[in-house]
């Protein structure tokens, strides 16, 4: 999933600098020179006679329009009009006229009395544009334009370019190009998403599944939004207009859904009911475009009103609730709202742009900067949707790790209860049978010869042996801390030194001890002795040549902290997890019951206890105790 991803983004930037650069290209062909075809002239209506009435006309009836300017505004009684346009006298070889903008649904180019060019638009779609060459044995001729149209513009709106018909060819091929390739773009991720999130939990795929929707809907609109589309596959322009209208119907519903999925998540009730009544908006304004269609285009005014007045209103109001809402969430904390909220921003800020080129230029100007808005907008959804699927499967494994640690402190739990069960029952039923044994065998020792003396003492040697693991059970049963008083750690461990430096020297090795005597903690004193002695004697088992002990002592956030670190033979991390469980010992002869012991008398003292092992480096304990203050 993961390298699926990375490939769609680098998939992803590569086209967007490739459309940046063939946008710029094309951008930079527009100059050429405008000085060739300095004027042109509009006439509305169509004379008698066709092209004769028209090349026969009076002055009168022409109005004469700057090269560069846009045509006059239509008369509404009005629904064709010609254009004409004198060549220069000496045209080099190779050159062509290209007119970017022109309104108009049937379109037909007349070089003299000769036609070079026919286009016809059998759907309401009246953006057209016209590239064709014209030769050295034109100079001088006339050009004229007849335009037809059921629509409300008619004319031209752009520069009529006259140049090498090359380059033209490349202005008119790459105009459009960086729209089809974002187009193609978006629906190249809208199904690999899918692809790559088959295995993804239900809450999961349903997002993904929602970015998939929103990639082929913009992928749809960027592709039906060209007019290249249209001039060069004329036959399926009725199909482009229906596809982009039922893109842009799902594509705001869709968006709806997934800002709910992503922020709300059903919490409001205002976004899911305007949710809903995008969808049944769409639904209808869908049906009413196939009725329209199977019409042929009879209710083209009343659909253009919904489609486009209606829908503008809704989808301003779409807008003004998502910002709404996420300025809501910002000032929560939510990053992914912030994320967001700023590429939406860029967005309005990219759309704002283009309306203020568009009513600066006569209304004439074609929609650019919203496009990047747009990808700017949608990399935003992307990288919030997956930085969701980053903090969900980061939840995930910590819950994962935390449900781990709480049954194996479950299981830990119920073996220290069953543990401690027995321990109680074993002392009550096991330990005066065994002392009244022991009394027996020494008034019988007593009375004895030498050899059966002998056997006596071992057999009592074990009853004492048996005594001592069953005083270890009732210990771990039920640590004793009923006499608790405030301890010095330093006198503590300096009591105990007696024992433990002995036993040190007699393996080889030695003890060193650095404690402050300002620390002081509660609880029971032999007690604690035991904890240290049992923790102590381990490492001391664990010497390996040149042993070496180092125990310190010091307070930190009303905390005394007790560090025992050795240099021995270390432990192995699945070792080391299944420390103080019952019958669990690293030593061969060994019980595991000592360590249970220190571990619930720590457990009793409020305390906690720690490991940290290398093996053959050494391991270290830490033991945390509550500490006090003593005056």
């Known amino acids: 999933m993961k390298r699926i991803s990375r490939e769609l983004w680098k998939t992803m930037l590569v086209m967007i600098f490739c459309c940046g650069f063939m946008s710029s290209h094309a951008y930079a062909d527009d100059k050429v020179d405008l000085k060739a075809i300095p004027d042109w002239s509009i006439m509305w209506g169509d004379p008698p006679g066709g092209l004769e009435g028209v090349i026969a006309a009076s002055s009168?009836?022409?109005?004469?329009?700057?090269?560069?300017?846009?045509?006059?505004?239509?008369?509404?009684?009005?629904?064709?009009?010609?254009?004409?346009?004198?060549?220069?006298?000496?045209?080099?070889?190779?050159?062509?006229?290209?007119?970017?903008?022109?309104?108009?649904?049937?379109?037909?180019?007349?070089?003299?009395?000769?036609?070079?060019?026919?286009?016809?638009?059998?759907?309401?779609y009246d953006k057209q544009r016209s590239l064709f060459p014209i030769g050295s044995e034109d100079g001088g001729k006339d050009v004229y334009l007849k335009l037809e149209t059921k629509m409300d513009r008619l004319g031209i709106h752009s520069a009529i370019k006259l140049d090498n018909y090359t380059s033209l060819m490349q202005t008119f091929v790459f105009q459009d190009l960086p729209d089809i390739i974002l187009g193609c773009v978006f629906l190249f991720m809208a199904v690999m998403i899918p692809i790559g999130s088959f295995f993804l939990r239900k809450v999961q795929f349903i997002s993904w599944v929602l970015i998939s929707v929103?990639?082929?809907?913009?992928?749809?609109?960027?592709?039906?939004?060209?007019?290249?589309?249209?001039?060069?596959?004329?036959?399926?322009?009725?199909?482009?207009?229906?596809?982009?209208?039922?893109?842009?119907?799902?594509?705001?519903?869709?968006?709806?859904?997934?800002?709910?999925?992503?922020?709300?998540?059903?919490?409001?009730?205002?976004?899911?009911?305007?949710?809903?009544?995008?969808?049944?908006?769409?639904?209808?304004?869908?049906?009413?475009?196939?009725?329209?269609?199977?019409?042929?285009?009879?209710?083209?005014?009343?659909?253009?009103?919904?489609?486009?007045?209606?829908?503008?209103?809704?989808?301003?109001?779409?807008?003004?609730?998502?910002?709404?809402?996420?300025?809501?969430?910002?000032?929560?904390?939510?990053?992914?709202?912030?994320?967001?909220?700023?590429?939406?921003?860029?967005?309005?800020?990219?759309?704002?742009?283009?309306?203020?080129?568009?009513?600066?230029?006569?209304q004439n100007y074609k929609f650019f900067f919203w496009k990047w808005g747009v990808v700017g907008f949608i990399i935003a959804i992307i990288v919030v949707l997956g930085r969701r699927f980053a903090i969900n499967q980061e939840h995930m494994i910590n819950y994962s790790k935390e449900l781990e640690f709480y049954n194996h402190q479950l299981q830990l739990s119920d073996k220290m209860e069953m543990i401690s069960s027995l321990a109680a029952s074993v002392a009550?039923?096991?330990?005066?049978?065994?002392?009244?044994?022991?009394?027996?065998?020494?008034?019988?020792?007593?009375?004895?010869?030498?050899?059966?003396?002998?056997?006596?003492?071992?057999?009592?040697?074990?009853?004492?042996?048996?005594?001592?693991?069953?005083?270890?059970?009732?210990?771990?049963?039920?640590?004793?801390?009923?006499?608790?008083v405030d301890l010095n750690v330093s006198k503590e461990i300096n009591q105990i030194e007696g024992i433990i430096v002995p036993l040190a020297t007699l393996h080889g090795g030695r003890i060193t001890v650095s404690v402050p005597n300002d620390l002081y903690l509660r609880g029971n004193a032999s007690k604690l002795k035991q904890v240290l002695i049992n923790i102590i004697k381990n490492s001391i088992e664990a010497f390996q040549v040149d042993g070496q002990i180092h125990i310190w002592a010091y307070a930190k956030q009303e905390k005394v902290y007790i560090h025992i670190k050795d240099n021995g033979e270390g432990i192995e991390p699945a070792q080391l997890i299944k420390l103080g469980e019952p019958y669990y010992s690293t030593k061969t002869?060994?019980?595991?019951?000592?360590?249970?012991?220190?571990?619930?008398?720590?457990?009793?003292?409020?305390?906690?206890?720690?490991?940290?092992s290398q093996r053959y480096i050494g391991t270290e304990v830490i033991l945390c105790f509550p500490s006090i203050a003593v005056k």
Request: charged share 20%; net charge neutral.
């Open 214 to 362: 929103l990639n082929l809907t913009l992928g749809t609109i960027f592709i039906t939004y060209s007019a290249f589309m249209y001039a060069n596959f004329t036959n399926y322009g009725g199909l482009y207009i229906a596809l982009f209208d039922i893109s842009l119907a799902v594509f705001l519903p869709t968006l709806t859904y997934y800002f709910e999925k992503i922020f709300d998540d059903g919490k409001y009730n205002l976004i899911r009911w305007f949710r809903k009544f995008q969808v049944m908006y769409s639904f209808s304004l869908i049906t009413f475009m196939l009725v329209n269609l199977l019409n042929d285009y009879r209710f083209s005014k009343v659909y253009s009103f919904f489609s486009v007045n209606v829908l503008g209103i809704i989808m301003i109001s779409q807008f003004i609730l998502m910002i709404g809402f996420s300025l809501k969430f910002v000032r929560k904390g939510n990053k992914e709202a912030v994320i967001f909220s700023s590429c939406f921003f860029l967005l309005a800020f990219m759309s704002t742009l283009d309306l203020i080129y568009y009513f600066a230029s006569s």
């Open 589 to 612: 002869k060994g019980t595991g019951l000592g360590l249970m012991i220190t571990f619930r008398i720590i457990e009793a003292m409020q305390g906690h206890i720690e490991f940290q």
């Open 60 to 124: 009168n009836h022409w109005i004469k329009v700057i090269n560069g300017e846009s045509s006059p505004k239509k008369p509404k009684e009005v629904s064709s009009a010609w254009i004409r346009l004198q060549l220069p006298s000496h045209i080099p070889k190779d050159y062509g006229i290209y007119i970017e903008g022109i309104h108009t649904q049937n379109l037909w180019v007349y070089i003299g009395d000769r036609l070079v060019r026919e286009t016809e638009f059998n759907f309401p």
């Open 428 to 484: 009550h039923e096991v330990r005066n049978p065994l002392q009244v044994t022991r009394g027996f065998l020494q008034l019988i020792a007593a009375r004895t010869d030498d050899k059966n003396k002998e056997y006596m003492g071992i057999a009592i040697e074990e009853l004492d042996r048996a005594s001592v693991i069953i005083t270890d059970f009732l210990t771990f049963a039920k640590p004793q801390l009923d006499d608790l």
